[in-house]
């Protein structure tokens, strides 16, 4: 039931979909620091380059009230990413994470860290069935899997399974730096300062304004209507009743209205000698209904109906996040959007001390992932890089199309 994003692990998960020109016969990049880059992984990191540099980009053009598909003729390499071009940064950026790739494996092994074999064994079966597997958009196949897409990119499974398992051992290496009884642990007030400071706890109800039928309640009686069942389900919520009590009353709400609404449509269609029949496959219907209702709200008692919202959500918009993180602790209000009024009470975060535990990896990776970034770079500054200029112009930004 929890709509919003809560916390979101960094994942490096790209279902790049590129071509690349002019590089069938170059296989490998050349050495960092003497350890050989395949160029599937620096493919790899070139997209995950462009990928960030993108976002810049796509940032930059919604401040100004824009975006990509709104502008003729678009490129982006026609702007600047921390006033740089925009392929210019992709090159640097790509060589950077490339060189922490490379640093994370010297590190670790000078730290006496390794993964085991069963870690490496998930990770190989992990990228052997992600390259059987079919893309889909939206529950549709595309028709082509995961590992033609990335060959197609120039990245064998040879190459993503090596990605993948240094991302592994960064992690590794991450916990040895930050976790309890690591080299620079990092105290666990300052998580719960940092949890508290960023994110917010909230009991939330969709009051969608569309009506039985599913259309859009657009007439000012109809808004004020669901206006008042909205204000009416705040009300309950701060007078303190039950949060899963009022959320399933308005599912409830729901779906006698969608009932109420098909009767009435069964009705208008039938004719004297349907009735019967449609009496009788309603009676078994709404005995299925009862049976299946009665289920669902005994599995549905075990879900954890609170939102917990980041600061820096966007979801379902900017201004609702900001909107809601000015509640104060245990005061309720209604948002009304567009197609949604939503009933939004803030809870004292502190009594769910159980997200703490659950999220801390998150919340530590929040706090000093830039932090270790900056440690990898230090690591890495000064590596000997000997790359095949043949390579490189062949894996130029500008020559892979996206």
Not at 89 to 104: D, N, R
Not at 189 to 207: M, P, S, W
Request: hydrophobic letters at 35%; aromatic letters at 10%; one cysteine or more.
């Amino acid at each position: 039931m929890r709509f919003f994003k809560r916390i979101a692990a960094a994942v490096c998960a790209m279902a790049v979909a590129v071509s690349v020109a002019g590089c069938a016969d170059i296989t490998k990049m050349g050495t960092v620091e003497d350890k050989e880059i395949n160029a599937g992984v620096y493919l790899w990191f070139v997209n995950a380059a462009m990928d960030d540099a993108q976002t810049v980009v796509d940032n930059q053009l919604a401040d100004m009230g824009t975006s990509a598909s709104q502008i003729e003729n678009f490129s982006y390499f026609d702007y600047n990413v921390e006033e740089k071009p925009f392929a210019q940064f992709v090159e640097e950026k790509t060589l950077e994470l490339v060189k922490q790739h490379v640093a994370i494996e010297k590190k670790a092994e000078e730290l006496g860290l390794s993964l085991t074999d069963e870690e490496k064994s998930v990770i190989k079966e992990n990228a052997k069935d992600l390259w059987k597997t079919e893309i889909t958009y939206y529950g549709y196949s595309t028709g082509v899997t995961y590992g033609e897409n990335y060959e197609k990119a120039g990245i064998s499974r040879q190459s993503y399974t090596q990605v993948q398992l240094v991302n592994s051992l960064r992690n590794k290496l991450f916990d040895k730096y930050y976790e309890e009884n690591g080299l620079t642990p990092t105290d666990q007030k300052d998580i719960d300062v940092y949890f508290a400071d960023n994110y917010g706890r909230f009991e939330l109800i969709q009051v969608a304004l569309k009506d039985a039928n599913g259309d859009e309640i657009d007439t000012e009686q109809g808004k004020a209507d669901m206006l008042k069942l909205a204000e009416g389900y705040l009300d309950r919520l701060l007078k303190g009743e039950d949060y899963d009590a009022v959320f399933h009353d308005y599912e409830k709400y729901v779906e006698e209205q969608e009932k109420l609404a098909k009767e009435e449509e069964e009705k208008n269609n039938s004719n004297a000698s349907s009735t019967t029949s449609s009496k009788t496959e309603s009676s078994e219907a709404e005995a299925e209904d009862i049976t299946s209702s009665g289920s669902s709200d005994e599995e549905e008692e075990e879900h954890d109906h609170d939102f917990l919202l980041n600061k820096a959500d966007t979801s379902p918009s900017a201004d609702f996040i900001k909107w809601a993180f000015e509640l104060k602790d245990n005061e309720g209000k209604v948002y009304k959007d567009a197609t949604v009024y939503y009933v939004v009470v803030r809870r004292p975060i502190e009594e769910r001390e159980d997200w703490q535990e659950e999220y801390r990896s998150d919340l530590l990776h929040e706090m000093k992932d830039g932090e270790f970034n900056e440690k990898l770079n230090e690591f890495a500054k000064d590596y000997k890089v000997d790359f095949s200029q043949s390579a490189l112009d062949a894996y130029k930004p500008d020559k892979i199309n996206r």
